[in-house]
């Protein structure tokens, strides 16, 4: 049995090899936080990894965000722009902001690792990502076809939306080209739906981005593309905090995704939760950086356990089963 250094050291390597392809001579920036020492020892393996494969590697040390979606400092946004690659294992996800849309239009290609744990890294990092991005990548060409989706569930999630022409993203694992970017666990297809077309009611019963697992579910009643939080458990009472100090665009429909990694499970880290295979996710708040126009400084994302998913009337996703193969049926 290795142990947990070893086997972090492994999936660190699985990452800057196969994951980024990451080459000598090229500026890798690693960008964290001080908010958990176990992230720390991620980010210093990382860098370990990068620089064995004789990267100029850099590792920044920056005050947690408040929230996902907040800026990193103005020094930070200019080390990931003028990086070839970075890597961001923070407490918080840069995905959402545009010190990172700066970096990957400028041709840099990286991977948002948020809230990511020792235990997920040698969970989900060690993973094979040419059979995830397989089966990603046939998902989202599946709904690409599509423009009006509908999400169910049993305990009462029926929501309808349209993507209406919205790129469908492929979150594979795999960013070895210029401009690419992706989270790290990967594993899911996604996109932003049209702003405004969103109408019915969604249950979040798994976890909840900034929030965690969820011990009872949270529901919304979503109207014209805008969420309004019904529950008030507590779980539910953090989540409006976490909105409403955003104003109203925090409550915009951000988000529809499915997720296709078959390593992932429902920790309470939305990081991980969001990949696992046969689930889908709703996000609420910012979707400029999926091609939306919304720009807000949050963006969070909720579980829906054993979801049912119909795409122009098509049944993809059949209680938490995905009905879509890695490759395409042979005639």
């Known amino acids: 049995m290795k142990s947990t250094d070893t086997a972090l050291a ?30 720390i020892e991620i980010a210093c393996a990382l860098w370990e990894a990068a620089r064995a ?15 996902s979606g ?8 200019q080390l990931m722009a003028e990086s070839n690659v970075f890597l961001c294992p923070t407490s918080k996800s840069l995905s959402h902001t545009q010190a990172r849309r700066n970096a990957s239009a400028r041709g840099a290609r990286g991977a948002s690792l948020p809230t990511i744990t020792k235990e997920m890294v040698v969970r989900c990092l060690t993973a094979d990502y040419g059979s995830i991005a397989a089966l990603t990548k046939r998902v989202a060409e ?17 929501l309808e939306l349209e993507r209406q022409g919205r790129i469908v993203d492929a979150d594979t694992g795999l ?9 790290l666990p990967a594993g899911e297809a996604f996109f932003a739906p049209m702003e405004g077309t969103a109408n019915g009611k969604i ?18 009643m979503v109207e014209r593309g805008v969420a309004r939080i019904v529950s008030t458990s507590a779980a539910a009472q953090e989540l409006e905090r976490s909105l409403s100090v955003h104003g109203p665009k925090a409550y915009n429909i951000a988000e529809l995704g499915v997720g296709t990694n078959d390593r992932a499970i429902v920790s309470g880290n939305i990081l991980e939760d969001e990949k696992v295979l046969g ?3 709703i996000a ?29 009337g098509e049944l993809v996703l059949d209680k938490g089963r995905l009905l879509i193969s890695p490759e395409p049926a042979r005639p």
């Open 10 to 39: 492994q999936a660190a390597r699985n990452v800057v090899e196969h994951c980024l392809g990451i080459q000598a001579g090229e500026v890798v920036s690693i960008v964290t936080d001080s908010a958990d020492p176990d992230r």
């Open 53 to 67: 494969k004789g990267a100029e590697v850099i590792l920044a040390e920056m005050l947690p965000r408040k929230n």
């Open 70 to 77: 907040e800026e990193p400092p103005a020094p930070i946004a």
């Open 142 to 158: 599946k709904l690409s076809q599509g423009s009006k989706f509908k999400v169910e569930s049993e305990l009462g999630t029926s």
């Open 175 to 183: 960013l070895t080209q210029p401009g690419e970017f992706g989270n």
């Open 203 to 220: 249950i979040f019963d798994g976890s909840v981005a900034d929030v965690g697992i969820l011990t009872e579910p949270i529901e919304l």
């Open 279 to 281: 689930t889908v996710h």
């Open 284 to 312: 609420l708040g910012n979707n400029a950086g999926m091609g939306g126009t919304v720009n807000v400084p949050i963006h969070l994302d909720g579980l829906i356990r054993n979801a049912t998913l119909y795409v122009d």
